[in-house]
């Protein structure tokens, strides 16, 4: 499985943005899927996950009434709305796939396969 994310770019803080990653997979729907990201000298923190179907989102504090993460798997792919976005923010956003796993995976060893990353800068 290829997963290629973009959409990351140089923002401010209060601004929104919108990530996607695109998935090669030719059953998508055997995927949860996640969103990563990593600051430098810092830790892949989960961001994240849908399940197979789109119907479970799980978000750590840290995002949850800021973020969304969707999917189509029509298109094979997850977006990742991000709104209100703050300077903490700022990192290398990762899209991960965990093939089999219900409802998702929080953790990233629980993940088959990694996109290149995009990045996101937010300015105060």
């Known amino acids: 499985v290829q997963l290629q994310a973009s959409g990351g770019g140089l923002v401010q803080a209060g601004d929104s943005l919108t990530l996607s990653c695109a998935a090669s997979a030719r059953t998508f729907t055997n995927y949860a899927m996640g969103w990563f990201r990593q600051a430098p000298g810092k830790e892949r923190e989960f961001v994240a996950a849908?399940?197979?179907?789109?119907?479970?989102?799980y978000y750590p504090d840290s995002v949850k009434g800021r973020f969304t993460i969707s999917r189509d798997n029509a298109k094979n792919v997850v977006y990742l709305q991000m709104n209100n976005l703050k300077p903490e923010d700022t990192g290398v956003y990762y899209c991960?796939?965990?093939?089999?796993?219900?409802?998702?995976?929080?953790?990233?060893?629980?993940?088959?396969?990694w996109g290149q990353g995009t990045l996101v800068t937010v300015s105060s």
């Open positions: 991960g796939a965990s093939f089999g796993r219900r409802p998702y995976g929080t953790t990233a060893y629980e993940y088959d396969y």
């Open positions: 849908i399940s197979w179907s789109g119907d479970l989102q």
